[in-house]
């Protein structure tokens, strides 16, 4: 595995070499899930890149940006054993400098749910995305369904600047007992870690509401709230896949989501059905 650190270094790297690229971005701390992404990038191409950057301008102020893990030699280990190829690890002042163009979320997709409680994050999502997939241009860049909204927004946005990239999303990974793989979840007391478990549970009953025919979201929102309580609840929604509200699920076109705060921690889950 070669590790990279400059945008410019990974571009002359890559100028002749002619395959296929699967790009697995990430912030590090790597955990099972992102290994899963890791493993699908494996299957379908013929060199793996993983970058990890702690992106500052999608975290806003007050937030765990000085806090959020970093494990940068076990992650080196972990890439090395997933078979990826190349590590690109730059520094913000290699991808950031001081008057930037920055690319601004769509006005309404990109301020509701996750964007209502941080409303900038998904200009630094998209902006980080985009410098990250210029400089890498890979053939198929892979992301977890289990961020939704940033799924949908990247799609977006590679759709509507018309790039050529193929973004794939890939299933959430969980633990044996639901709780859904994330970095943050070490912030997780053990009672709170147990706590937690109510938002996949949350899930797990809208599926078999679902799987009884009860369509009527209202009622699946209801019974999912009743789920969670007492965790603090930014939202729970039933989606369609182009992110608007529906009233009635739809098969095979639904996301119900959930943001919840566990202790400090805030936590959010899907399930696509
Ligand atoms: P992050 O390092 O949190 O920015 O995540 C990097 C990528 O891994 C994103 O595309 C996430 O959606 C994805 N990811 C995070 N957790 C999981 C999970 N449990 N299962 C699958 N993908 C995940």
Redo the contacts with the bound molecule.
Sequence with gaps: MTIVATPQELKDYLKDINKSIGFV????ALHE??I??IKKARQENEIVIVSIFLNPTQFLKGEDLEKYPKKDEADKQICKLSGVDILFFPHAKDIYSEDEVSLQAPNVRGYVLEGASRPSHFNGVLTVVMKLLNIVNPTNAY??K??AQ?LHLISLMVKQMFMSVNVVG?D??REKDGL????RNIYLSKEERQEALKISASLYQAGRMIGKNILDTKQIVEKMREILEPLEISYVEVLNRDFELIRHVEISNTIILVEAKVGSTRLLDNIWL
């Design positions: 971005p990430t912030m590090g899930g992102h899963s992404l992301f977890g289990k961020d940033q890939v959430t990974l859904a793989f994330s970095s």
